[in-house]
Every structure is written in C-alpha cells, then in structure tokens.
C-alpha cells in the first residue's frame, strides 16, 4: 500500500474505488485514511473544483469526495487498481482546503 494509490472498495455500496491519502511513514498502522471516488453521474451536484477534483480513470470520470475522507481497516481496502500519484498537488490541494479553506 503507498499513498495515493487506488483501491478497490470491497462493499462499494456507494463507491466503488478509494484512494489511499494516508503518508507511507504511517504505514505500519492498522487503519489508513481514505477519500471515496463517485462515478461522476452518480456525484449528483456539481462538484467544487478544489474540494472534489474530477479525474479520469480506467475510461470513467470519477469525482474525489474529500469530505468524506475517513479512516478505515486495511482489512476493508480491496485490491489495489492504480495510482493517483501523478495528481499529487491537486490531491493535496484539496486536502488542504478541507481542513483550511485556503
């Protein structure tokens, strides 16, 4: 597991990815910290460009629900489908708004 990576949600009630936000340093935790991917047509409202950014993967766009970032057992991540990496500063970003507002 590494930051941003992208799991696969096992019960994908409502979402059906999440994407791993915790720092490696903390890998030796039991739990990591997890912000849910909507499909974007499932999103519902528009979303806020710097709270929830859209990205395109495996040919969908999804929308990051940042304020719904919790922490979960890593018994609950699924199988790891990708990374995020590349998206850093503006994962980051977002953090940074949520908490901030800056």
């Known amino acids: 597991m590494a930051q941003f990576d992208l799991h696969k949600d096992r019960k994908g009630r409502l979402y059906p990815?999440?994407?791993d936000v915790q720092a490696?340093?903390?890998?030796?935790?039991?739990t990591r910290t997890v912000v849910p991917l909507a499909p974007k047509p499932r999103f519902g409202a528009k979303p806020l460009?710097?709270?929830?950014?859209?990205?395109?993967?495996?040919?969908?766009?999804y929308v990051?629900?940042?304020?719904?970032m919790a922490a979960?057992?890593?018994?609950?991540l699924g199988?790891?489908?990708?990374?995020?990496a590349s998206h850093r500063t503006e994962l980051i970003a977002a953090?940074?708004?949520?908490?901030?507002g800056s």
């Open 17 to 19: 990815l999440l994407l």
């Open 24 to 30: 490696d340093l903390l890998s030796h935790l039991d």
């Open 49 to 61: 460009r710097r709270l929830n950014p859209v990205i395109s993967f495996g040919g969908v766009e």
């Open 64 to 68: 990051l629900v940042f304020q719904e």
């Open 72 to 76: 979960i057992s890593i018994a609950e």
């Open 79 to 84: 199988d790891v489908q990708g990374t995020l």
């Open 95 to 100: 953090i940074d708004f949520l908490f901030t």
